[in-house]
């Protein structure tokens, strides 16, 4: 049996809402922060699906998305690495497509199935830019799901899945275009959405012997809230067999957007149900999923739920689209970063097997009792912390001014200097507790420099598993 | 390990003008300060048998040769962050307590007015990953700011009149100083008032950024006597380097400083200063930001641990005050703070105090005086103490 066995999702802290200067609508969605990108996000998410899991097992990766920061360099490699994988694993980028998360999620349990892979971890995550003032920018959202697949302790089964390619030039974004485009609205959805979506599920629904009916959930992709309003009548399906499509509040995450309704509907799925998950892009795909006994007994993840209840809206849309810009002097060295990427992407501490003492970076000799290269790897990562002291400075500028400067010394031990993010400056006090995200520090000479910064604490136990 | 105690003698001092010396190149500064040096010890750049150089931003020692044109004398350059003008003293007084030279010429330098922004940029040094937060140095020394205050319970209107008042004190030194950038006295409301750099330190807790040079020529004390009557000998040299200790160690509490901790205690070993807040009459620390002349209060001994608000309160630091006479030159504060310069600078007033030369600012009966540097940032520094006397 091949399916999901654990899920985890990101979204970022902060909205837009009502009470946004130069938002201009009461709808509500979350917006990356300054320093946040599809790969900051398939990290966090990644990071919750995996917690509490064994990262040991996992043997693939894929991240999907529209959005990579990169057109040539693997965002799945980075993702694997920062969540912590192992290094002899395989991975992929999906890319492109709307459908790329879906794509992923067939990849994915194809590769169980045949054995190639005893669990893949399928991130998708996109934060996709429209003309400011549209109906896109209005019901898109950032944010991004993963996914575990396996064939022990599923707890959904993916029974069969459907689909259908489909050339039209509806939506897309050429290379160097900030914005997405369309072709005028009443092409698209008549001859695209409206058609190729149906013909994908009614594919599904007669390869596998099942009438509409016959599905307790469905997940459907839908560009806005009316034409996924209008999808669901078109199917005949009733207003309780419809995942809510979370427009208002998550929006229409893009290629990350199907993965992250299936996660919502598995947090309120009982054991034996249907859910049927469809996506469209260039085609469409369609998925049957069976809940089993399992997910009676699956918690402990942030998820789509948590993650909506965890929000600031912003003051204004100002920061928008900002990037942080390098200082003169171009990017950071690729060998000397290289040469630490153990402890900048994985925030590998290590601890002295002499003394005890946990050490942040690595070092060759201990700091405390002077043992050379006697070491055991700490991943701090995913440790709640608390900021020992603080300073918030005023010099540097910038979009995140005052930039917050802490010392993080982690339960269990270790310490660090990190920058801290999604702060308001009364939250930058000694001993607050904090959690670790993986942002984009900046951006030059073409390179997007990742490290770790300290957060406020959004959930208690940081990525060890709610308890 | 033998002490450098009454070893080496200085016979001669100078200091340029501190400030933004638009007009002044490296050299010129170097030479405004090494010309009094010869014409205070009565000697003249021929009769020096070796030189040493503080500095960061110059790469070599040849930047001196150039200045006041040696011919073909040995010049070794030091650099050791803040510490380095005192960390050149220290060396060159090794040499002439060995007897490798008679005649030594020890200069610092820093032109930091050319770098086209009014805060410190350091040295850029090797390519690196650029992962670490990219921190300017008030914010790394408000990190010990907020933690002292945390720790010993200050709020931060308390903690802020304590950093206030020591504002005030080194402006109104340095008011008395004509060698000094900034010589205008400041109110206690004006500091506390003050734009906030990096919380809580605000501009006037923050040391300016100056162009400066300090020059001194030593001898051995047998020697220096043949010279003038009112040489001053070295008493004790320290330095203590970090080792990352306070950034490894998830116990250090930031509310202290190893560094100055161990160079001070070296120092008083050689110099046989048992109670420091009883013995030392004047000292020049690095109030890089005014919470570093409040902790070093403490490291070196002249406060107990959480309690130099009390001394402050009491003006126990100030010219009129009952304790050791803290920066009565203005300090960092008001000289700025040229790296390679400063750590001369502060033995220059020493000097000049344990001579009786010290004019409107001169303490009375200095019999012993010491100076305090401090490199880096919280978690790792080199720290630097020397201690000077009068002669028997």
Same mark, same amino acid.
């Given at each position: 049996?091949?399916?999901?066995?654990?899920?985890?999702?990101?979204?970022?802290?902060?909205?837009?809402?009502?009470?946004?200067?130069?938002?201009?609508?009461?709808?509500?969605?979350?917006?990356?922060?300054?320093?946040?990108?599809?790969?900051?996000?398939?990290?966090?998410?990644?990071?919750?699906?995996?917690?509490?899991?064994?990262?040991?097992?996992?043997?693939?990766?894929?991240?999907?998305?529209?959005?990579?920061?990169?057109?040539?360099?693997?965002?799945?490699?980075?993702?694997?690495?920062?969540?912590?994988?192992?290094?002899?694993?395989?991975?992929?980028?999906?890319? !492109?497509?709307?459908?790329?998360?879906?794509?992923?999620?067939?990849?994915?349990?194809?590769?169980?199935?045949?054995?190639?892979?005893?669990?893949?971890?399928?991130?998708?995550?996109?934060?996709?830019?429209?003309?400011?003032?549209?109906?896109?920018?209005?019901?898109?959202?950032?944010?991004?799901?993963?996914?575990?697949?396996?064939?022990?302790?599923?707890?959904?089964?993916?029974?069969?899945?459907?689909?259908?390619?489909?050339?039209?030039?509806?939506?897309?974004?050429?290379?160097?275009?900030?914005?997405?485009?369309?072709?005028?609205?009443?092409?698209?959805?008549?001859?695209?959405?409206?058609?190729?979506?149906?013909?994908?599920?009614?594919?599904?629904?007669?390869?596998?012997?099942?009438?509409?009916?016959?599905?307790?959930?469905?997940?459907?992709? $839908?560009?806005?809230?009316?034409?996924?309003?209008?999808?669901?009548?078109?199917?005949?399906?009733?207003?309780?067999?419809?995942?809510?499509?979370?427009?208002?509040?998550? $929006? !229409?995450?893009?290629?990350?957007?199907?993965?992250?309704?299936?996660?919502?509907?598995?947090?309120?799925?009982?054991?034996?149900?249907?859910?049927?998950?469809?996506?469209?892009?260039?085609?469409?795909?369609?998925?049957?999923?069976?809940?089993?006994?399992?997910?009676? !007994?699956?918690?402990?993840?942030?998820?789509?739920?948590?993650?909506?209840?965890?929000?600031?809206?912003?003051?204004?849309?100002?920061?928008?689209?900002?990037?942080?810009?390098?200082?003169?002097?171009? $990017?950071?060295?690729?060998?000397?970063?290289?040469?630490?990427?153990?402890?900048?992407?994985?925030?590998? $501490?290590?601890?002295?097997?002499?003394?005890?003492?946990?050490?942040?970076?690595?070092?060759?000799?201990?700091?405390?009792?002077?043992?050379?290269?006697?070491?055991?790897?700490?991943?701090?990562?995913?440790?709640?912390?608390?900021?020992?002291?603080?300073?918030?400075?005023?010099?540097?500028?910038?979009?995140?001014?005052?930039?917050?400067?802490?010392?993080?010394?982690?339960?269990?031990?270790?310490?660090?200097?990190?920058?801290?993010?999604?702060?308001?400056?009364?939250?930058?006090?000694?001993?607050?507790?904090?959690?670790?995200?993986?942002?984009?520090?900046?951006?030059?000479?073409?390179?997007?420099?990742?490290?770790?910064?300290?957060?406020?604490?959004?959930?208690?136990?940081?990525?060890?598993?709610?308890? | 390990?033998?002490?450098?105690?009454?070893?080496?003698?200085?016979?001669?001092?100078?200091?340029?003008?501190?400030?933004?010396?638009?007009?002044?190149?490296?050299?010129?500064?170097?030479?405004?300060?090494?010309?009094?040096?010869?014409?205070?010890?009565?000697?003249?750049?021929?009769?020096?048998?070796?030189?040493?150089?503080?500095?960061?931003?110059?790469?070599?020692?040849?930047?001196?040769?150039?200045?006041?044109?040696?011919?073909?004398?040995?010049?070794?350059?030091?650099?050791?962050?803040?510490?380095?003008?005192?960390?050149?003293?220290?060396?060159?007084?090794?040499?002439?307590?060995?007897?490798?030279?008679?005649?030594?010429?020890?200069?610092?330098?820093?032109?930091?007015?050319?770098?086209?922004?009014?805060?410190?940029?350091?040295?850029?040094?090797?390519?690196?990953?650029?992962? #670490?937060?990219?921190?300017?140095?008030?914010?790394?020394?408000?990190?010990?700011?907020?933690?002292?205050?945390?720790?010993?319970?200050?709020?931060?209107?308390?903690?802020?009149?304590?950093?206030?008042?020591?504002?005030?004190?080194?402006?109104?030194?340095?008011?008395?100083?004509?060698? #000094?950038?900034?010589?205008?006295?400041?109110?206690?409301?004006?500091?506390?008032?003050?734009?906030?750099?990096?919380?809580?330190?605000?501009?006037?807790?923050?040391?300016?950024?100056?162009?400066?040079?300090?020059?001194?020529?030593?001898?051995?004390?047998?020697?220096?006597?043949?010279?003038?009557?009112?040489?001053?000998?070295?008493?004790?040299?320290?330095?203590?380097?970090?080792?990352?200790?306070?950034?490894?160690?998830?116990?250090?509490?930031?509310?202290?400083?190893?560094?100055?901790?161990?160079?001070?205690?070296?120092?008083?070993?050689?110099?046989?200063?048992?109670?420091?807040?009883?013995?030392?009459?004047?000292?020049?620390?690095?109030?890089?930001?005014?919470?570093?002349?409040?902790?070093?209060?403490?490291?070196?001994?002249?406060?107990?641990?959480?309690?130099?608000?009390?001394?402050?309160?009491?003006?126990?630091?100030?010219?009129?005050?009952?304790?050791?006479?803290?920066?009565?030159?203005?300090?960092?504060?008001?000289?700025?703070?040229?790296?390679?310069?400063?750590?001369?600078?502060?033995?220059?007033?020493?000097?000049?105090?344990?001579?009786?030369?010290?004019?409107?600012?001169?303490?009375?009966?200095?019999?012993?005086?010491?100076?305090?540097?401090?490199?880096?940032?919280?978690?790792?520094?080199?720290?630097?103490?020397?201690?000077?006397?009068?002669?028997?």
């Amino acid at each position: 049996m091949a399916g999901i066995t654990s899920y985890g999702a990101y979204i970022p802290f902060y909205r837009l809402g009502k009470d946004t200067a130069g938002w201009g609508s009461p709808i509500e969605k979350p917006v990356i922060n300054f320093d946040e990108d599809s790969i900051t996000m398939a990290v966090a998410a990644g990071m919750d699906c995996i917690s509490g899991g064994d990262r040991e097992l996992v043997d693939s990766l894929i991240f999907a998305t529209t959005t990579s920061p990169y057109i040539e360099k693997q965002g799945a490699a980075m993702v694997a690495a920062v969540v912590d994988l192992r290094r002899d694993i395989a991975t992929n980028d999906a890319t !492109n497509s709307l459908r790329a998360g879906t794509q992923a999620l067939r990849s994915a349990v194809d590769a169980v199935k045949a054995g190639s892979a005893k669990q893949v971890m399928v991130t998708a995550a996109d934060c996709r830019t429209g003309t400011p003032g549209t109906e896109f920018d209005q019901t898109s959202g950032d944010g991004a799901g993963a996914l575990l697949i396996g064939d022990e302790g599923v707890i959904a089964e993916v029974i069969d899945s459907y689909s259908v390619s489909d050339e039209v030039l509806d939506n897309w974004r050429a290379e160097g275009d900030g914005a997405v485009r369309s072709w005028e609205d009443r092409f698209v959805l008549q001859t695209g959405y409206l058609s190729v979506m149906p013909e994908a599920i009614q594919g599904l629904l007669k390869k596998v012997n099942l009438g509409i009916k016959d599905i307790n959930k469905a997940v459907l992709y $839908g560009p806005n809230p009316r034409r996924h309003a209008e999808m669901a009548r078109q199917l005949g399906l009733d207003a309780g067999q419809v995942q809510d499509p979370l427009f208002g509040q998550m $929006g !229409n995450t893009g290629a990350a957007y199907s993965l992250m309704q299936l996660i919502a509907a598995l947090e309120g799925a009982k054991p034996g149900q249907k859910i049927l998950v469809a996506s469209y892009g260039d085609g469409a795909d369609a998925i049957l999923l069976e809940t089993t006994d399992q997910i009676a !007994n699956f918690n402990g993840k942030r998820g789509i739920k948590g993650n909506l209840e965890k929000k600031r809206i912003r003051k204004s849309v100002g920061v928008r689209g900002a990037t942080l810009k390098g200082l003169d002097g171009g $990017g950071p060295s690729a060998s000397a970063r290289w040469r630490d990427r153990e402890s900048i992407d994985r925030l590998h $501490g290590a601890k002295c097997l002499s003394c005890g003492l946990i050490q942040y970076p690595p070092q060759r000799i201990c700091s405390r009792c002077h043992t050379k290269d006697q070491w055991e790897t700490v991943r701090l990562s995913d440790k709640p912390g608390k900021i020992f002291t603080f300073s918030l400075d005023y010099l540097v500028g910038g979009v995140d001014s005052p930039l917050a400067i802490t010392i993080i010394n982690f339960e269990g031990g270790g310490r660090g200097m990190f920058t801290m993010t999604d702060r308001e400056v009364e939250d930058v006090q000694c001993e607050k507790p904090v959690e670790m995200t993986f942002r984009k520090l900046r951006s030059s000479g073409g390179v997007h420099n990742y490290f770790w910064k300290a957060m406020p604490q959004r959930f208690q136990g940081a990525f060890q598993g709610i308890a | 390990m033998q002490s450098i105690k009454d070893r080496v003698a200085i016979v001669g001092m100078g200091c340029s003008k501190f400030g933004e010396r638009w007009d002044m190149g490296t050299e010129d500064l170097l030479v405004e300060s090494t010309s009094e040096a010869f014409e205070d010890a009565g000697v003249k750049s021929e009769d020096i048998q070796a030189a040493w150089l503080g500095t960061q931003n110059q790469m070599s020692g040849q930047i001196l040769a150039q200045a006041i044109k040696t011919e073909y004398i040995p010049i070794t350059r030091i650099e050791n962050f803040c510490a380095t003008g005192t960390n050149a003293m220290m060396d060159a007084c090794f040499a002439v307590a060995a007897g490798i030279y008679d005649l030594v010429l020890v200069a610092g330098v820093e032109k930091l007015k050319d770098s086209g922004v009014g805060f410190l940029t350091g040295g850029g040094g090797q390519p690196s990953a650029q992962t #670490a937060p990219g921190v300017p140095p008030p914010a790394q020394f408000a990190l010990a700011a907020n933690r002292y205050f945390y720790q010993y319970g200050l709020s931060y209107e308390e903690g802020k009149q304590m950093l206030a008042k020591i504002d005030v004190k080194n402006h109104y030194n340095g008011s008395l100083n004509p060698k #000094a950038h900034f010589q205008r006295a400041i109110t206690e409301e004006q500091a506390i008032n003050a734009p906030m750099q990096a919380f809580p330190l605000g501009l006037y807790d923050c040391c300016g950024v100056s162009d400066g040079s300090a020059a001194a020529i030593i001898t051995r004390p047998e020697i220096a006597k043949t010279m003038r009557d009112d040489y001053i000998l070295v008493k004790g040299l320290g330095l203590g380097v970090g080792a990352q200790q306070g950034s490894l160690r998830d116990y250090y509490d930031f509310t202290h400083f190893d560094e100055a901790v161990y160079a001070s205690r070296m120092a008083y070993e050689q110099a046989g200063v048992k109670n420091p807040r009883e013995e030392i009459d004047v000292c020049e620390v690095h109030d890089c930001f005014s919470i570093t002349e409040a902790i070093t209060m403490e490291d070196v001994g002249f406060s107990p641990r959480g309690m130099v608000k009390n001394d402050i309160d009491n003006g126990f630091f100030e010219l009129s005050g009952d304790g050791p006479k803290v920066n009565t030159d203005g300090g960092l504060k008001c000289f700025g703070h040229p790296i390679g310069a400063s750590g001369i600078r502060m033995i220059y007033e020493v000097y000049k105090q344990l001579q009786g030369k010290a004019d409107k600012r001169q303490v009375k009966n200095v019999r012993l005086g010491m100076t305090h540097n401090l490199g880096g940032q919280p978690g790792s520094f080199t720290g630097a103490i020397s201690i000077w006397g009068t002669r028997d």
